[in-house]
């Protein structure tokens, strides 16, 4: 984990941490990619083509995504107020 915290320290090894990240479980890394890809409306492409990803969202728009994701932070803002900051927090140990 020590290792993992220094990586993502620097700017410079930030590709070192997706290839670490990409061998440890490519499944989760794949999904982190195309929530970013989703949550940027295309602007971050993660390597894929961008008439590609504006024809895929011309053909099958997100709808809701944003509004749903509001809806969920403000529910938990009311349930659990000071769990909300810690998923702005680093892990200390």
């Known amino acids: 984990m020590e290792n993992f915290d220094a990586l993502a320290d620097t700017d410079a090894s930030r590709e070192a941490l997706a ?4 061998a440890r ?8 990619l195309a929530d970013r890809v989703e949550l940027s409306a295309g ?10 990803l504006r024809a895929l969202r011309r053909e099958i728009p997100a709808r809701g995504l944003a509004a749903e994701l509001v809806r969920e932070i403000a529910r938990a803002l009311r349930e659990r107020p000071l769990t909300m900051a810690r998923i702005f927090l680093r892990p200390t140990g």
Do not use: H, I, T
């Open 19 to 22: 290839r670490l990240q990409l």
């Open 43 to 52: 602007l971050v492409a993660a390597g894929l083509d961008r008439q590609w």
């Open 25 to 32: 479980s490519p499944e989760a890394e794949a999904l982190r």
